[in-house]
């Protein structure tokens, strides 16, 4: 690239950056209700990402080769444990994860 492109590079990567971080303020302000679509979709769209994770991290899972799944079975169930205990979505991902990069690296 040369010089010229780069600096179009990083400036349109600041711009993006800058209306992603103030657009939702100047749609939504302070004073003004949020609509009920836009609520709708803040409580909806948590789990539906979630569920997604799932299907895409258990979509090549085989249980008739290899460790049979039994790695990503702990995992769930540690994910289910640490969600019910916690309610933190965050740590019962991160959980979840840590576990399996555990059993696969040094179990199974």
């Not at 539906?48 to 895409?56: D, E, K, M, S």
């Not at 309610?87 to 399996?100: D, E, P, V």
Request: proline share 6%; with cysteine; aromatic share 12%.
């Amino acid at each position: 690239m040369t010089l010229i492109q780069q600096i179009i590079t990083v400036g349109m990567v600041v711009l993006a950056t800058i209306l992603t971080r103030f657009l939702p303020f100047l749609v939504f302000p302070e004073g003004k209700p949020v609509p009920k679509y836009v609520r709708y979709l803040g409580k909806v769209l948590p789990p539906a990402v979630f569920g997604l994770l799932i299907i895409y991290c258990l979509k090549s899972v085989s249980i008739f080769s290899g460790s049979h799944g039994i790695p990503e079975l702990i995992s769930i169930l540690l994910v289910v444990v640490l969600h019910l205990w916690k309610r933190q979505m965050l740590l019962s991902i991160a959980g979840g994860t840590i576990c399996y990069m555990l059993l696969v690296q040094f179990v199974f």
